[in-house]
Every structure is written in C-alpha cells, then in structure tokens.
C-alpha cells in the first residue's frame, strides 16, 4: 500500500491538480519557516559563534534554516540543505539565488539512505522531520553518523495539545485532532516534541531543551493549518468518516475561520540541541 502521508511521493505527480497542491504546500512551507525564523535565531545564538563551520539544514524544504545558518557560518563557512527529490530541491535553490546565499547549497538527499560523508558537518538540524515523516530512528542514526565529533545536533519536533482556537472552533479543531489520529496510524507522531529530549538523550545525558508557542492573530492565515492538512488528506478522511462527513467539516472550518475574532495558538516547538562526545 501507497503510504498517502509521504510528502516526496504526495508532490511527485505530474496532473495538474498534483502540480497545484505542490505549489500550495511549498508556499506553506515557506510561510511556516518564516513564522519560526526568529525562535531559530534565538536558539542558534544560543549554541554559540558558528563563524567559518559546516552546517547541515536536513529536509530543509524551501526555506526552513537556510537565511539563519548562512548567516551563522559566516562567509568563511558553509552550509547545505538537502530534499528527496530534484523539484523540491530545486524549489530551495530558488531561495539560495533569490536570497543571495552564497554560502549554501542544495543537494538531493535521502535521510534512509544518505550518501554524504559520515563525520563532515559541525551542526546538523532537522526540523519537523522525525515525527512527520516517521522511522525517528533511522533518522537520528544518519544525523549522529553525520556529525564531527564535538559537533551539535539540532532538532525542532511539535506538540499539537497547544493548537486551540478562541473562541472556539469546533471544526477546526477537530481537523486538527484527526490529522494527528490519521498521522499516527501512519506511523507519523504529530507529537514528537515530547520525544525529543529521549532523542537527544543519545548524544548527552542532559540536552538543553526549549519550546516556543506563537499566538496567531485574527486574518492570521498560518491559523489555517488544520484545514490545509484537512484538504490534502480528504480522501483518506472520507474512507474513514464518510465523504459527506469529511466535506460538511471542511466547509464547517473554512466558515470557522471568517470569523474576524477568531484567533489561536500554534503546537508548540520543542527546541533542543545536544553534542556529540569528542
């Protein structure tokens, strides 16, 4: 079976509906990178002086930590960012010449089966990636393998029990809850953040964590998450509730969000970072 929930194969088609979804979720992904950037900043200021290291950006997705580590790394330093597949790799390389980061690359990369060289990056970070996209660990192997010794793994998981809506929204808020129940079915943990210190436990017995939560406003349109994630997985929900079910609680949340009072809370984003022993 065709896990649906894998987002390389979910933007791979060729159909012109296929190529319209692709372009929504890369705008998605670029506006939620930019609602990140400034608890980035703060975290990464946080690890210390990156002036002239390697740093890796794993699944880094249109944007993701591409500005911050080419600032970090200075000019001396260097940074690469890695996707699955050619067309979204390309769409990172779009950033890299627009933004004008000369200290970047992007290369074709699969976590499960990484060709790049073991011990070569000081810094390493993956966000949103272990419980979204599943076999957690598998991944922390190839991230570990890929540190320099003394080198930092970086990791920014979600845990969704923060996403509420005020005043409330029903539908909403139920396309969240069955997001993350269809998720874990899938084997994805929309809840990973309170893995992460386990996670990083590997590395360091102590890993420093953080979380951060952004209060979206009323128009705010990153508020529309649950009903993005409710629409690209349509078809999967009316297997499970019914297609009439699945469309009256879409058009249920869409009318939700017209609400000019309406306002939320995001998941929150568990930080954490941890050295590898020299």
């Not at 050619?86 to 769409?91: G, I, R, Y």
Request: aromatic share 8%; glycine share 8%; net charge negative.
């Amino acid at each position: 079976m065709t896990d649906p929930l894998r987002t390389h194969e979910f933007l791979g088609g060729s159909s012109q509906v296929e190529n319209r979804r692709w372009a929504d979720v890369n705008a998605f992904m670029h506006l939620q990178a930019l609602q990140w950037e400034p608890a980035g900043q703060e975290l990464l200021a946080e690890v210390g002086d990156g002036e002239g290291l390697r740093a890796l950006d794993a699944g880094c997705g249109p944007l993701g930590w591409l500005r911050l580590l080419s600032r970090w790394v200075g000019q001396s330093g260097e940074v690469q960012g890695t996707e699955v597949t050619e067309a979204t790799a390309e769409q990172a390389r779009l950033t890299v010449r627009s933004e004008g980061l000369h200290n970047v690359s992007i290369v074709v990369d699969d976590v499960f089966d990484s060709w790049l060289e073991a011990a070569s990056f000081d810094l390493v970070h993956a966000r949103l990636m272990l419980g979204s996209v599943g076999k957690p660990e598998q991944q922390l192997a190839t991230y570990v393998r890929l540190l320099k010794p003394g080198g930092v793994l970086v990791l920014e998981e979600p845990d969704s029990a923060s996403w509420r809506f005020n005043p409330e929204a029903p539908a909403l808020q139920r396309l969240m809850d069955l997001v993350v129940e269809v998720g874990r079915e899938f084997g994805r943990d929309f809840d990973y953040g309170r893995r992460v210190r386990t996670a990083l436990r590997q590395l360091d017995a102590d890993p420093v964590l953080r979380a951060r939560v952004l209060v979206l406003p009323p128009g705010h349109v990153y508020r529309s998450i649950p009903l993005m994630f409710g629409t690209q997985s349509r078809d999967l929900l009316a297997a499970r509730m019914g297609s009439e079910a699945i469309d009256g609680l879409l058009a249920a949340a869409e009318a939700e969000l017209q609400d000019p009072e309406l306002w939320c809370t995001t998941f929150t984003l568990v930080q954490g970072y941890a050295r590898r022993p020299r």
